[in-house]
């Protein structure tokens, strides 16, 4: 989801990326910082994002967050395997099989 | 493999070079701020805003938390910090943290020092070029009596370059056969034993010469030789020049190594082998290129090959069968069948150690038994502690320490204790293969070293201390740490936190008792079948030394003459007589003999047939004892201390009366002559076609465990040699045959009064004095030639002795420590008990009845278990049956005692118990 985000707003920082998923969750998900900046971390840990203080709009410091090419390799392979997941659980639940 | 880089960033995280806290902290703040900015729609004031904002995120504090434990490993990070708090806490109880040392120490040692031994000669590979594919052909023939397994013969000379051509299996081939020789030295003469190989052989073990080459270019010159480091040292004092000098090789006499006697030669040194060298038959001290003339039969040799790369053994067994077959002659076909295919190719690295693969197994075995009596005396210790931890730990849990970070922090301290444990144990280790290098040497000079070798151990010349052990020791202490770590840390870890807290640390929990009950039961049933198993070796190694030889070898000093090359047979008989008559006349000599081949030298032979009165010699023939003939001279029997049963022994006037005498055993005569007395009748010896001669028998001797204490006695006939010297001149036999069968390797016996040590120099300078050209061999007293030959079964009754004495130690110190506890913990009940009148009597007996349960326990266990267990000592033991009752007793019931005694020192303490301050100390 955070792959996402990145790859649909371009480079952004943590809070950014929290109220975007709020946003699109109308709500239902509502990141806490202990839980989104350990992932962020992880995410860059791994090779997948990679952050940099930059200066926002505002003139304010900020860390962003960009994604990487093996990030985007990675998230276009979790969109096949989650497209693929959910064709067999469409069409499992809606008794085609 | 995105895993695997998040591994490796967090582990740089733990190096500290990633993004420092501040800069996170940074990022949280901005967020924080943001989202209260954002908020004040909905709230009042800024504060308002601010507080709903840290409800909604988290406080930034944990967040920290949490992105710390992701930067880095945690567990890693906080190592140092564990490490430091274990030295701490070990040091606050030095005498736990001694005892816990001491005692992984002491089995660490044990099992590194074992380990090393069996690493060295099981697992390393034989100091050779690619000695994993070095095979040794083969065959296999039926034993005599059909039963028993297979026997193995060696090829010969000619159908090993037979076989070199016709090979596709193995890449190359060399052979080996012994040979002996007498060479002039520059004080005398001097015995070597050597072999002959083809001359490849150095180039395909890929050994590299100390000094000069080790290619024998035959064609050229065959005389020539390459000399052990030790010949090289014996004979030329290490001097380097000691390439292109001479040497004049001159059989004296035929071992049965070769079947005929070569003539002498002159050989030229050629090259010097460096001192680890050992050919992996026997340790040699030269090494000649063979030489076989057309005349000659073709001598047995042992063919060593090496696999082509890539080739199986199964294959080159297949075709060694193929070739085998096709230019060895069929085997008779009244041969008895055998279960395995006619030629076998072995893997000399198995063929070299299988002799002792068992008993490696069984040390290891028992060195393993230690270790882990050892993981279970100090995880008892731990958990003893544990209870007066208790409440440090619930403080731990309280202020938010996890399960898991308990867990680590006691085994961090394991780990600690372990590893000072595993330092000092690398030190026992080192002293035990020093101790294991010693105790495996055998004693045995010249002669000797060819048939009890210079180890009990194959390979162990390689045997050392060498830094590997340290690796050993220390893989060997962390493996341990885990062993006896564990259980307390679970134990522990499972603490509750307000009940901990609230107890004044002083309360039973009842399944820790029984754990603890538990260690100490099967520590104590370990250490039981350890001392079973020693006490089986034990008894096996007295039976052995104290088993009726038939001999007595104490004050007597032995040792083989040799003759300079080309000394004529009269000027050898002359010197032997003249050697012995000094000798008796030495000061504190009792007697000295001369026979063919002295006490444990293992080769004797048998001539003709000796017929008793009223049998016929096909009677005789058909017999399957053939008695063994001994050549000896007047005093012998009398110097080796050999029990006259009935008549006498050789005197001086035998040698030139007219009526040829004889000597026998006790079997002999039982068997001839039945319960009658044999002195004065006559054994009509038949050799050869010629008529028999009468032989009278002048005495019976009892029997004589002529080769290792453990060999049945042979039946055996004494002849005086200098009659059987002049029998065979009459016989026409050779000059050569004559040496063979009547003065063959020279040997001497000597019963002095005092220490036969003492007497060497003197000896020898007799020898020196009747003949300036004569050298000495293996010089040594019996008593010391008869330990060598129980060297292998005193190391392992050694060896285990001592496991098993320190398993026994550490075994009662459990229950002591199980049962010392008990009683302190039990202060309160006890002095209660006795406030209300209960007898001291009553107390003991209270305490003992529990310890006394556990020991007994431990014991029937291990009884049961060494039982089943013993079985594998089969082989090594002597005169004993692995489930021998005396030796079971005798080791339950004294270590019953010792258990015993370990359960009553807490109990007398118990009965000391103050009811008063007992009751005072709540």
């Not at chain 2, 290619?215 to 390459?226: I, L, R």
Request: glycine share 8%.
């Amino acid at each position: 989801m955070v792959l996402q985000t990145l790859n649909s707003l371009g480079p952004q920082h943590g809070y950014a990326i929290a109220a975007r998923l709020g946003q699109v969750s109308g709500g239902a998900l509502q990141l806490n910082m202990g839980t989104l900046y350990p992932a962020l971390m992880r995410l860059e840990q791994r090779g997948l994002l990679r952050g940099n203080w930059a200066i926002t709009d505002n003139n304010r410091r900020a860390r962003f967050y960009a994604l990487t090419a093996a990030g985007r390799r990675e998230l276009a392979k979790e969109r096949q395997a989650w497209d693929r997941m959910a064709a067999i659980i469409h069409a499992l639940l809606r008794g085609e099989i | 493999m995105h895993v695997l880089r998040e591994w490796l960033q967090r582990l740089r995280g733990t190096l500290g070079r990633s993004r420092q806290d501040q800069d996170l902290e940074e990022e949280l703040r901005f967020h924080q701020e943001l989202a209260a900015e954002e908020a004040p729609r909905q709230h009042q004031t800024p504060q308002d805003a601010a507080r709903a904002a840290r409800i909604r995120l988290g406080g930034v504090s944990q967040a920290m938390d949490a992105l710390r434990d992701q930067r880095g490993l945690p567990w890693l990070a906080d190592l140092p910090r564990d490490v430091r708090y274990a030295f701490r806490t070990l040091r606050k109880s030095p005498s736990f943290a001694t005892v816990a040392i001491l005692t992984l120490a002491l089995g660490i040692g044990a099992t590194t020092a074992i380990y090393s031994v069996v690493d060295t000669i099981l697992l390393r590979p034989l100091p050779f070029a690619d000695s994993d594919r070095l095979v040794r052909v083969v065959e296999n023939v039926a034993s005599p009596d059909g039963a028993g397994p297979p026997g193995q013969r060696d090829v010969t000379y000619q159908e090993f370059l037979e076989w070199r051509a016709r090979t596709r299996t193995l890449a190359d081939a060399f052979a080996v056969s012994m040979r002996e020789t007498v060479v002039r030295t520059h004080d005398g003469a001097a015995r070597l034993w050597g072999a002959n190989v083809s001359p490849n052989t150095f180039m395909m073990l890929g050994t590299r010469p100390l000094l000069g080459t080790l290619a024998f270019s035959v064609d050229t010159d065959p005389n020539v030789v390459v000399l052990s480091f030790d010949t090289w040292q014996r004979l030329f004092h290490s001097a380097r020049d000691a390439v292109g000098a001479t040497l004049e090789f001159r059989a004296d006499f035929n071992a049965s190594f070769t079947p005929e006697l070569e003539p002498p030669r002159l050989m030229t040194v050629i090259g010097v082998l460096p001192a680890a060298f050992e050919l992996p038959i026997d340790p040699m001290d030269f090494y000649t290129p063979f030489v076989v003339s057309a005349s000659q039969r073709s001598p047995h040799v042992t063919l060593i090959g090496r696999l082509r790369e890539g080739m199986s053994r199964t294959a080159a067994l297949d075709e060694a069968n193929v070739i085998g077959n096709a230019i060895r002659p069929p085997r008779p076909a009244n041969a008895a069948a055998m279960s395995v295919p006619r030629f076998d190719v072995q893997s000399l690295k198995e063929q070299t150690v299988a002799p002792l693969q068992g008993a490696l197994r069984v040390l290891l075995a028992a060195v393993a038994a230690v270790l882990l009596i050892v993981c279970a005396n100090v995880a008892n210790l731990l958990l003893a502690r544990g209870t007066t931890r208790r409440r440090e730990i619930g403080l731990r849990f309280a202020i938010g320490a996890s399960r898991g970070h308990v867990v680590r922090q006691i085994l961090t301290e394991c780990l600690v204790l372990a590893l000072a444990g595993g330092m000092l144990g690398a030190l026992v280790g080192a002293g035990g293969v020093t101790l294991v290098k010693h105790l495996t040497s055998v004693d045995a000079p010249g002669i000797f070293r060819l048939g009890f070798g210079t180890s009990v151990l194959p390979r162990g010349n390689e045997v050392g201390v060498d830094l590997r052990m340290f690796g050993i020791a220390f893989a060997i202490a962390a493996i341990t740490s885990l062993a006896f770590g564990v259980l307390p840390a679970i134990h522990l870890s499972q603490t509750r936190s307000l009940q901990a807290l609230g107890s004044r640390g002083g309360g039973t929990v009842r399944g820790e008792s029984r754990i603890r009950a538990a260690l100490a039961v099967a520590q104590l049933a370990m250490a039981t079948v350890l001392l079973v198993g020693a006490g089986l070796l034990i008894h096996s190694f007295v039976k052995l030394t104290t088993i009726e030889r038939g001999y007595d070898p104490a004050n007597v000093l032995a040792f083989q003459l040799v003759f300079p090359p080309n000394y004529p047979l009269t000027r050898k008989t002359d010197t032997i007589e003249a050697i012995l008559a000094r000798l008796r006349a030495m000061p504190g000599v009792e007697s000295a003999g001369f026979t063919r081949a002295g006490l444990l030298i293992g080769e004797a032979i048998t001539v003709g047939t000796f017929v008793p009165p009223g049998r016929t010699v096909d009677d005789i023939r058909a017999d399957p004892m053939r008695p063994l003939i001994r050549p000896v001279s007047p005093g012998y029997l009398t110097a080796v201390g050999v029990r006259v049963l009935d008549g006498r022994e050789f005197e001086a006037i035998d040698a030139t009366a007219s009526m040829r005498v004889i000597v026998i055993s006790r079997t002999v005569a039982r068997r001839y002559f039945g319960a009658a007395s044999p002195v004065g009748q006559v054994l009509d010896w038949h050799v050869g076609n010629g008529p028999a001669t009468p032989m009278r028998v002048i005495g019976v001797i009892e029997d004589v465990r002529n080769e290792t204490p453990d060999q049945e006695p042979n039946p055996e006939i004494f002849l005086h040699y200098r009659q059987l010297l002049s029998l065979q001149q009459r016989w026409g036999d050779s000059t050569q045959r004559q040496e063979q069968m009547s003065i063959g390797f020279l040997s001497f016996a000597i019963r002095t009064r005092g220490n036969p040590a003492s007497a060497a120099h003197r000896v020898a300078g007799i020898v020196r004095s009747v003949d300036a050209n004569a050298g000495i061999d293996a010089m040594i007293p019996m008593a010391r030639l008869v330990a060598s030959s129980v060297a292998g079964p005193r190391f392992y009754a050694v060896l285990l002795a001592v496991f098993a004495g320190v398993a026994g130690m550490l075994a009662a110190i459990g229950v002591y420590g199980v049962l010392a506890y008990a009683v302190i913990q039990r202060t309160r009940e006890i002095g209660i008990r006795m406030a209300l009148g209960a007898q001291r009597a009553q107390v003991l007996v209270n305490v003992l009845r529990d310890g006394i349960l556990l020991a007994a326990t431990g014991i029937v266990l291990g009884v049961a278990a060494a039982a089943a267990a013993t079985r594998v000592l089969r082989t090594m033991l002597f005169g004993v049956t692995p489930l021998d009752p005396l030796t079971f007793g005798a080791v339950s019931v004294a270590f019953g005692c010792v258990a015993m005694l370990a359960c009553y020192v807490p109990a007398r303490r118990a009965t000391r118990v103050d009811p008063m301050v007992a009751l005072r100390s709540e």
